[in-house]
């Protein structure tokens, strides 16, 4: 295989699992060998590739340990030579008030600008051995662009838009762990952090590159630190990706990364490679997990339960200790010596979440659909299963740790966001990891059909 560069050029750190999928996924697509790691590897040894991505299960946890695990991330992508780094969240900014986005932006930029505001994400930069020496002519400023047009999510006036409805209207408003209540992405990052926040307006974005880096420096001047990049479209996208060109860090969802690989090839850092998305074959059974209760992943099982088998997960009848995990696994034999798939779901309407979060607790409720959750993936891998597609980025986590999955190549597109991946070494898994607004309806079983012909 042609090496495009002898180091990473790109260190990227994702807060959940398949949002770093998603990523890599606009990498691949940019021509960009990628491999993803599932948490922060323990070892320094070199890893080939031109970008590479550290998925962090962060998204909800408290601020100072989602702060210290970004930190551990930035520190190994530096070890491995990167030159420019990206913090991506999810395209409809999951956070709350208390949330992560702010305070892990801030020390990431405290680290790469080598500032040293005495206490705070930098103590805990030291505290993890991660050297702050940077050019200290670069000056702490990073965008937050979250916009994902492709799959409805653009930003205007600093306003968050799923399709045509503002975010706080969209369904995200109930969302069991990250309600989002405001659209202004201004007013949101604002609150989680004292460092100034802006707005990058459309009004320089159409003017092209030029025009959003002067908007940049102006922002320096006023002291802004953040800035939201307004986006409509790709085009927009890959103006603000080469406006982004000289930023030691750039925070978003996975499309602002849509032109950063074009950045790299016009530098002559990067070679185009037509196999960047190449997957080695995967044999054997296949098998869907659901545990998102998004909308989008409540109609794709819908979808599916038409003329397919499925099995549901009752979290209260798993916390009764009744033997859920074994009758999902009979389930899932039955089928399987007609080589059939199923799909094995906890996915719920948003009342249904409520009502087991009023009884069993809202941490609790989600830890008992995941640690079931990873329980089946583990005994569905003893039963010869190959290929897994997961819906839900926290059931994703939990399955790819309950099935020891350390680094993944990425591969091809299946729907926008979501590629086909490979785990590496011997007997490898083929899975593909859905966040769980992403996908079309058919999903599941156009997902299935494109692992299936990997191993053709």
């Not at 922060?40 to 408290?62: F, H, N, Y």
């Not at 209260?316 to 859920?324: D, F, H, I, K, S």
Request: contains cysteine; hydrophobic residues 45%.
């Amino acid at each position: 295989m042609t090496i495009s560069s002898p180091r990473p050029l790109l260190g990227c750190i994702a807060d959940d699992f398949t949002g770093a999928t998603d990523l890599a996924n606009m990498l691949v697509r940019g021509g960009m060998r990628t491999v993803q790691t599932i948490g922060v590897p323990s070892s320094d040894e070199p890893v080939e590739a031109d970008a590479l991505v550290v998925a962090l299960k962060s998204r909800t946890i408290p601020a100072a340990d989602a702060v210290a695990q970004s930190l551990a991330a930035l520190n190994w992508l530096r070890a491995q030579g990167c030159r420019q780094f990206f913090f991506k969240y999810c395209s409809t900014f999951d956070s709350t008030d208390a949330g992560n986005i702010g305070p892990v932006a801030d020390a990431l930029l405290d680290v790469l600008s080598g500032s040293d505001p005495g206490a705070g994400p930098t103590s805990a930069a030291s505290a993890l051995g991660v050297s702050s020496e940077a050019d200290t002519s670069v000056e702490a400023f990073t965008i937050a662009c979250p916009a994902f047009p492709e799959n409805g999510r653009t930003i205007y006036r600093g306003h968050l838009f799923v399709g045509d409805i503002l975010l706080n209207e969209s369904g995200m408003e109930n969302h069991p762990l990250t309600p989002m209540k405001d659209a202004n992405l201004v007013r949101v990052l604002q609150r989680q952090t004292a460092s100034k926040v802006g707005l990058v307006r459309y009004d320089s974005v159409a003017q092209g590159t030029a025009a959003v880096r002067e908007r940049f420096d102006a922002l320096r001047r006023e002291g802004v630190r953040m800035a939201i990049a307004d986006a409509l479209s790709d085009a927009d996208l890959h103006t603000l990706g080469e406006a982004c060109a000289d930023l030691k860090l750039i925070t978003g969802g996975s499309g602002i990364a849509i032109g950063l690989p074009a950045n790299f090839r016009r530098a002559g850092l990067l070679s185009g490679t037509a196999d960047a998305g190449q997957l080695p074959p995967v044999n054997g059974l296949s098998v869907v997990l659901a545990g998102s209760a998004s909308k989008a992943t409540n109609a794709q099982v819908a979808a599916w339960r038409e003329s397919r088998p499925a099995f549901r997960i009752d979290p209260l009848a798993a916390a009764r200790g009744e033997p859920v995990v074994e009758q999902a696994l009979a389930f899932a034999r039955e089928h399987f010596t007609n080589q059939q798939p199923v799909l094995i779901y906890a996915t719920a309407t948003p009342d249904e979440v409520k009502a087991v979060q009023r009884e069993l607790g809202v941490e609790q409720a989600g830890h008992l659909v995941e640690s079931t959750l990873a329980a089946i993936a583990r005994g569905l891998r003893e039963l010869g299963v190959r290929k897994f597609v997961v819906a839900g980025g926290e059931t994703s986590g939990a399955v790819v740790q309950a099935l020891e999955v350390h680094t993944l190549r990425i591969g091809a597109q299946i729907d926008p966001g979501v590629p086909a991946t490979a785990t590496t070494g011997d007997d490898p898994l083929a899975l593909a990891l859905k966040s769980g607004n992403f996908g079309a309806t058919d999903f599941f079983a156009k997902a299935l059909r494109h692992l299936d012909g990997a191993a053709s």
